[in-house]
């Protein structure tokens, strides 16, 4: 009778989990907290406050020099580069889908790489990489050049989105990371808009030195990246536990919030056994597909929207800085949606929501392809704002639902990795031969966005009802169902954010 009070009262504990108990710290479940003084409410927002200056800006910073030099081929195109060095239409497409084919290959490897050398050291040495690959690519002469060195800055880069995804779970509580993923995922927007007036600046560099300017885009832009990658050793903390900026007091209350806010799901240690079950999960394998299918209409509108803003009559120079505002809105899209998605604990229906956002942008952009340019535009806004205000409440809902560092780290890499699978296929969307409006593609991404709203909602109730399940099951059931090693979610405690 006992023992089967106590089961009972474990079930009713782990109810919370993920909810309030994990952001505040409090909670009486944990033995090894025992002489653990509880961080008031004060102390705790002073703490985070300290950790988000610290880490959230810079973080942001790195992943806009990543996403700029990713997409920045779309500008240079506009810029010239296709009139300049030898290369066919069909190589241009090829050249922006064989950098997710080395991004793809090399991102769960990334992920075990930044745990092995540490954040810092990891993150220094790819960045460096990257720079001086896309340094170098303003000496290609040809599409065959130009693919191979896609492909190797793809490679070099893959290690910079998962593990920083990775990195903030490790320092922040699921609750918490909403908000913290959506300012990183949102860099990317700022990205496409600061990407956008620096080419309109650097195209009036064109004949300096002898350089043109889809050539200059190249260097300018690799200079933040060479600069970072230094900084970065310096001034990125690695884990918490390690972490030299914070006193003992603090260290203490990030690793006893995020063991509550893990529940169950405390293992640390790496093992092979936590990294197959984890490829063979099913929830990795629906994420996943949900990632594919998210992840095109983002790569096509990066990679493209110079292109199509070009189509719909603004001429090259002006077409670069017109790419700026819808990115401006997608940013504010990105944090409201996220900051709405972590006060209510909640990720399905944000995605959704937004989804709807931009599939109604689509229908605007086909159904008025023969009206004046500024409705177009006005559809080319809404569709940019859904379209990337739906991903940091995705990024960070799957990162939420795996257990154990292992797990997490695996599951992070693993979805992001077959995901920017939706990246090679972007490249193949928007067809020179389809312009200026670009009908085909947006009907792919008016589909795609389609799925987009149902996906999330199905993910939802399916893990709303594995919880509700768990919620009732018997002692003897839930004693049953505890039995084993290297659960992680999987432990009948667990509760995942729907």
């Not at 209350?253 to 509550?260: F, G, S």
């Amino acid at each position: 009778m006992v023992k089967d009070s106590t089961i009972d009262q474990e079930k009713k504990t782990a109810v919370v989990y993920d909810d309030d108990a994990a952001e505040s710290g409090a909670s009486s479940t944990d033995s090894k907290s025992e002489d653990f003084v509880e961080p008031d409410e004060k102390e705790l927002k002073r703490l985070m406050w300290k950790l988000d200056l610290r880490i959230i800006p810079y973080v942001c910073i790195l992943y806009l020099c990543s996403y700029l030099d990713r997409v920045n081929i779309g500008h240079a195109k506009i810029a010239g580069i296709m009139d300049e060095i030898d290369i066919t239409e069909s190589q241009y497409s090829w050249s922006l889908s064989i950098f997710f084919i080395g991004y793809v290959i090399f991102e769960v490897p990334g992920n075990l790489m930044l745990k092995w050398l540490g954040p810092r050291m990891w993150i220094s040495i790819i960045m460096i990489i990257w720079g001086a690959i896309l340094a170098a690519m303003a000496a290609v002469r040809n599409g065959k050049e130009l693919m191979v060195a896609r492909f190797f800055l793809g490679v070099a880069e893959a290690g910079l989105y998962p593990g920083v995804l990775y990195y903030l779970s490790v320092w922040y509580t699921r609750k918490q990371t909403a908000l913290r993923v959506a300012f990183f995922y949102a860099s990317n927007t700022l990205a496409g808009a600061f990407g956008g007036l620096l080419a309109y600046g650097i195209m009036h560099m064109d004949g300096l030195q002898g350089l043109s300017g889809w050539q200059w885009i190249f260097i300018i832009e690799a200079i933040p990246t060479l600069f970072f990658a230094v900084v970065t050793y310096f001034y990125l903390p690695d884990m918490p536990e390690k972490a030299t900026f914070l006193n003992e007091r603090e260290r203490a209350i990030i690793l006893n919030q995020n063991r509550k806010d893990a529940g169950p799901a405390l293992e640390t240690h790496f093992s092979w056994n936590q990294v197959w079950s984890t490829f063979l999960d099913w929830k990795t394998f629906a994420y996943s597909f949900l990632y594919i299918v998210a992840a095109i209409p983002v790569y096509t509108l990066s990679l493209f929207m110079p292109s199509i803003v070009n189509g719909m009559g603004y001429q090259a120079l002006t077409a670069q800085a017109m790419t700026t505002p819808p990115y401006i809105c997608a940013f504010f899209m990105c944090i409201l949606n996220s900051w709405s998605a972590g006060r209510r604990n909640e990720r399905g229906a944000h995605m959704a929501l937004a989804a709807t956002l931009a599939l109604i942008g689509y229908i605007l952009l086909i159904v008025l392809r023969n009206n004046p340019s500024e409705h177009l535009y006005a559809g080319a806004i809404i569709a940019t704002t859904g379209t990337f205000g739906m991903m940091p409440a995705f990024v960070s809902w799957f990162g939420n639902n795996y257990g154990g560092h292992t797990r997490r780290n695996v599951a992070i890499a693993t979805i992001a990795s077959i995901g920017n699978c939706g990246g090679i296929i972007s490249g193949q969307v928007y067809r020179a031969d389809d312009g200026p409006h670009y009908i085909t593609g947006h009907t792919i991404n008016l589909a795609l966005m389609a799925f987009c709203v149902v996906g999330p909602l199905a993910m939802k109730y399916v893990l709303h009802r594995i919880n509700v399940k768990r919620i009732n099951m018997s002692p003897e059931e839930y004693q049953k169902a505890a039995q084993g090693e290297e659960l992680g979610e999987k432990h009948p405690g667990f509760r995942y954010i729907t």
